[in-house]
C-alpha cells in the first residue's frame, strides 16, 4: 500500500452521510521555502502562510487552468501579501510592509485595504477577478464570508501557520445530491460546525492529515480521494523578464543600464532567481529580439 505523504499535500474527502465536501492542505517545505525569502515578522509570517494554505484549499474543487492567487494591498504597515497556487499545485508568495508592524492585526482595520482572488491564465487572457469584503478581522472568517455571498453555500475555513508549517481545512456544505442522506438530516450542517469547533491550531498544525480527518469525522462517513502533492514553485522565466524590460521603453532600461555599469540584474521576489542583462542584450530586447539565453543564477 502507498504511503502517502504528511506535508505538502492535499486531501480531498466527502463526509458522505452530512451532504459535505472539504479540503485539507497541508504544507511544510514549501512554506519554508516561501518564508525563507525574507525576515517576516512573526504576525506577518503567520498571516502568509495561512494566506499561501488558503489559496491551495481554494484550488481543491474547481477545474484549474493557470493559478489562483489571492491578493491583499492597504495603505498601512501591511502593503502587500500575495499566494498563489496554479494548476501543477505549485505554490508561491511573499508579503512587504513598513516597519513598525503592530504584534497583530485585524484585516477590517487596515486603511484602505482590497482583497482579491484571482483566478486565470495571464497568458491566454483568461481572468476573473473577486473581491473580497474584509468585514472580519480574520482571513478565514473574510473567506468564509466570500464563499457564502459568491455561491450561496456554507462554508467554514479553519487555517493556522508557524514556522514549520502552514495548514488549511475548509468544508462546503453541498446541494441535497451531495449525500445521499443529506436531505433528511437537517442538523448535519451545523453538527459537522460544531465537531470542527473543537479543532484548536495546534491540533491542526501538529496532526497528520489522515489521523486529523478520523479523529473529527469517523462517525460521518468520511472518504478520501486521490491525494495531490504540493511544492513551491515559481513560474518565473528570464523571458518573462525580457518582457517586462520591454514595456518599461528605452528610457528606463538606459538609466537601468547607467546605474550598474552597464548592466542590468533582476531578481525574483518569489523565489531570488537572478537575471542579468548587458547593453548587448537590452539592444536586442529594445528591437523587440530576444536576447540570448542565459542561465539562472540563485543568489
Known sequence: METLPLNDVMHRFMLERAGVRGTLVRLGASWREVASHAAYPAALQALLGETLAASALLTGNIKLDGALSIELKSSGSLRLLFAECSDRDRLRGLARWNEPLPGSWALNELPDAVMAITIGNVERGQRYQGLVELGQAGLADALEAYFVQSEQLPARIVLAANGEHAVGLMLQKLPHEGGRDAVDDADAWNRIVHLTATLGAEELLATAPEQLL???????????????????????????????????????????????????????????????FDRIDAELLLSGKAPPPAPRTEQ
Not at 486521490?226 to 511544492?231: G, I, N, P, S, Y
Not at 513560474?235 to 538609466?255: D, I, K, Q
Not at 537601468?256 to 532567481?273: S, T
Request: glycine share 4%.
Open 214 to 276: 478520523y479523529r473529527l469525522y469517523h462517525e460521518e462517513t468520511v472518504r478520501l480521494f486521490e491525494a495531490r502533492e504540493l511544492a513551491f514553485g515559481c513560474s518565473c522565466s528570464r523571458e518573462r523578464v525580457t518582457g517586462m524590460l520591454r514595456s518599461l521603453g528605452r528610457e528606463e532600461v538606459e538609466a537601468a543600464l547607467a546605474a550598474r555599469h552597464d548592466e542590468i540584474e533582476v531578481i525574483c521576489e518569489f523565489c531570488a532567481q537572478r537575471y542579468h
